[in-house]
């Protein structure tokens, strides 16, 4: 599977952004999905999993409430919705993919498939 993400930008401080992840190769719904964030001088830090079956979520805390991952199986596009940003929340996100029908992980390491990444700069 190749990845390719989208719909990084500058936003004001509560503000949104919708990110996407376009899948070619195979299909969304099939692997364990997720996606990373990286601000300058920091590790890179799992945002939100979404399990292959669609069947489980998770979030970092700090983003619980205000971010959502989501999947269109038609588009074969997984998606990041990101309302209420802070400038903390400014970073290079990455989509990634797991290994096929695997098990969601929070560790970087065991996501195969990277996107480039996108940048989200949020202003106060």
């Known amino acids: 599977v190749q990845l390719q993400a989208s719909g990084g930008g500058l936003v004001q401080a509560g503000g949104s952004l919708r990110l996407s992840c376009a899948a070619s190769?195979?299909?969304?719904?099939?692997?364990?999905m997720g996606w990373f964030r990286q601000a300058p001088g920091k590790e890179r830090e799992l945002v939100s999993a979404?399990?292959?079956?669609?069947?489980?979520?998770a979030y970092v805390d700090s983003v619980k409430g205000r971010f959502t991952i989501s999947r269109d199986s038609a588009k074969n596009t997984l998606y990041l919705q990101m309302n209420s940003l802070k400038p903390e929340d400014t970073a290079v996100y990455y989509c990634?993919?797991?290994?096929?029908?695997?098990?969601?992980?929070?560790?970087?390491?065991?996501?195969?498939?990277w996107g480039q990444g996108t940048l989200v700069t949020v202003s106060s």
């Open positions: 979404l399990s292959w079956n669609g069947g489980s979520r």
């Open positions: 190769g195979g299909t969304v719904n099939s692997y364990p």
């Open positions: 990634a993919a797991g290994r096929r029908w695997g098990g969601s992980s929070r560790y970087a390491s065991d996501y195969g498939t």
